[in-house]
Every structure is written in C-alpha cells, then in structure tokens.
C-alpha cells in the first residue's frame, strides 16, 4: 500500500482547522481497519522483547553512558528517547483518554492468556491429554510423572509467595475435586 503523507488530502477551514477530505492509492492499505481493531499502542512505539517497556517504568540513560564510545551513546540516547515516548504515550492515554487505556491493558491480558492457552496445548499435546482430560490408559504413569515435573520446575520458577498459592491452588493437571465445582 502507498498510504503516505503524500497521498493524505487535507482541508483548511476559514476557523483554521485542518481536516482530512480524502485518501489516495489506497486500495491495497491493510492499516485501514475498523476503530476497534486499531486500538492499542501504535506498531511504530510498540517493542514486545524490551522489558524496561513492558515493565512501565519512567526510562533513563545507561549509568556508564558518558563511558561509552559516541556510537553507543547514540543507540542509547535512541533507546531512551523511544523508551521515553512509549511510556508518555501510555500515561497521557491512561490519564487523558481511560477508554482507549483499558483496551490496550484488555489486549495485553489477551496476549498473556493467549500464551498460557497456547502452552497448555503443547502440553496437552505432549501427554496426550484428550478434550475432557482424559489420558490414554497406556500413557497414564508417563503423564503423570510428566506433570509433575512440570509442576516441580513451575514452583521452582515462582517469584513470590503469591505465585506459588496461584501455583498451588490452580495447577491443570492436578487431579480435581469435582463435587467443589457442581
């Protein structure tokens, strides 16, 4: 798609408003999607791998910056600046439009749950867990002992005390007392 500033038809008001009129070469656009599609952070401000992001902590420049050589300093300075907008753009929609906020944190805890769905199925898959929780009689001793490694490491990996009651009390493969649930 060539969607552009170039191919963005603007209007002046007499009250000096500007106003978009009109689009051109725009057929192949696939950015032109409905409103509630396009809600979240914009792809140019978004970096999914960076922590100091995804944390939401205010950004500031390497301790050793003024050791580092002018090339680092400049992809620190960049880092930075891009950390610095992100979280601005976050805090001013939290503050300024609390809407459009609580759909970006929606999408976030989408993603979280999508890849808990997604790591549940491979481990569904690995012990052949079948659609009512029912593994093969021949396979039973090795699932077992299969989720119970994996519960094992998951507590080991546990961060607080907290995570591991979630661990604990919600754990997938742990036999389930189903008169709890009727």
Same mark, same amino acid.
């Given at each position: 798609?060539?969607?552009?500033?170039?191919?963005?038809?603007?209007?002046? &008001? =007499?009250? &000096?408003?500007?106003? !978009?009129? *009109?689009?051109?070469?725009?057929?192949?656009?696939?950015?032109?999607?409905? =409103?509630?599609?396009?809600? !979240?952070? =914009?792809? /140019?401000?978004?970096? %999914?791998?960076?922590?100091?992001?995804?944390?939401?902590?205010?950004?500031?420049?390497?301790?050793?910056?003024?050791?580092?050589?002018?090339?680092?300093?400049? /992809?620190?300075? @960049?880092?930075?600046?891009? /950390?610095?907008? %992100?979280?601005? #753009?976050?805090?001013?929609?939290?503050? *300024?439009?609390?809407? $459009? #906020?609580?759909?970006?944190?929606?999408?976030?805890?989408? @993603?979280?749950?999508? *890849?808990?769905?997604?790591?549940?199925?491979?481990?569904?898959?690995?012990?052949?867990? *079948?659609?009512? !929780?029912?593994?093969?009689?021949? $396979? %039973?001793?090795?699932?077992?002992?299969?989720?119970?490694? +994996?519960?094992?490491?998951?507590?080991?990996?546990?961060? &607080?005390?907290? @995570?591991?009651?979630?661990? +604990? !009390?919600?754990?997938?493969?742990? $036999? +389930?007392?189903? @008169?709890?649930?009727?």
């Amino acid at each position: 798609a060539d969607l552009q500033q170039s191919n963005i038809v603007v209007s002046r &008001s =007499p009250d &000096s408003n500007w106003q !978009g009129v *009109g689009l051109l070469d725009w057929q192949h656009a696939s950015i032109i999607l409905p =409103p509630f599609l396009l809600a !979240g952070v =914009p792809e /140019r401000l978004q970096n %999914y791998d960076d922590p100091i992001l995804q944390s939401m902590a205010p950004s500031s420049l390497p301790e050793t910056f003024h050791e580092l050589d002018e090339t680092n300093q400049s /992809r620190g300075e @960049e880092l930075y600046r891009h /950390r610095l907008v %992100y979280y601005h #753009y976050l805090k001013n929609t939290e503050e *300024g439009n609390k809407l $459009h #906020y609580d759909v970006c944190e929606t999408m976030e805890l989408d @993603e979280v749950q999508r *890849g808990a769905d997604d790591a549940l199925e491979v481990c569904e898959n690995v012990i052949d867990l *079948g659609p009512e !929780g029912w593994v093969p009689t021949q $396979h %039973y001793e090795e699932a077992m002992a299969f989720g119970k490694q +994996m519960k094992t490491d998951a507590l080991s990996a546990a961060t &607080s005390a907290e @995570e591991l009651d979630d661990i +604990m !009390g919600h754990w997938p493969l742990d $036999h +389930m007392d189903e @008169e709890k649930y009727e």
